[in-house]
Nanobody, 121 residues
Framework: QVRLVESGGGLVQPGGSLRLSCAASGSIFRINAMGWYRQVPGKQRELVATTTSGGSTNYIDSVKGRFTISRDNAKNTVYLQMNILKPEDTAVYYC???????????????WGQGTQVTVSS
């Protein structure tokens, strides 16, 4: 079994910062891409940021220059540093990872349980 556990969400004022963490555990042979999605009630889940095993990163335009994704491959953990937060960043944030559980298996997508981020004064 593979499990992704997130932490770091909460309530912050506009202009503030939060750091999300997501640790993968269980039967893991290799982790390829890792990243973060977010979802607001009534809207589709949107991809916020991704990072490959080689360290390449990608962001949606609305968070460029404010959010930074990083990963610690030794700890199977991905982070999302969120700065200059805006009310429109309010959402449930989900981490995901493309994980290969064994050398003879393909890659599957795994998701965290979600963590609420609320930006409000």
């Amino acid at each position: 079994q593979v499990r992704l556990v997130e932490s770091g969400g909460g309530l912050v004022q506009p202009g503030g910062s939060l750091r999300l963490s997501c640790a993968a555990s269980g039967s893991i042979f290799r982790i390829n891409a890792m990243g973060w999605y977010r979802q607001v009630p009534g809207k589709q889940r949107e991809l916020v940021a991704t990072t490959t095993s080689g360290g390449s990163t990608n962001y949606i335009d609305s968070v460029k220059g404010r959010f930074t994704i990083s990963r610690d491959n030794a700890k199977n953990t991905v982070y999302l540093q969120m700065n200059i937060l805006k009310p429109e960043d309010t959402a449930v944030y989900y981490c995901y990872a493309k994980i290969q559980r064994s050398w003879y298996l393909g890659t599957d997508d795994y998701w965290g349980q979600g963590t609420q981020v609320t930006v409000s004064s």
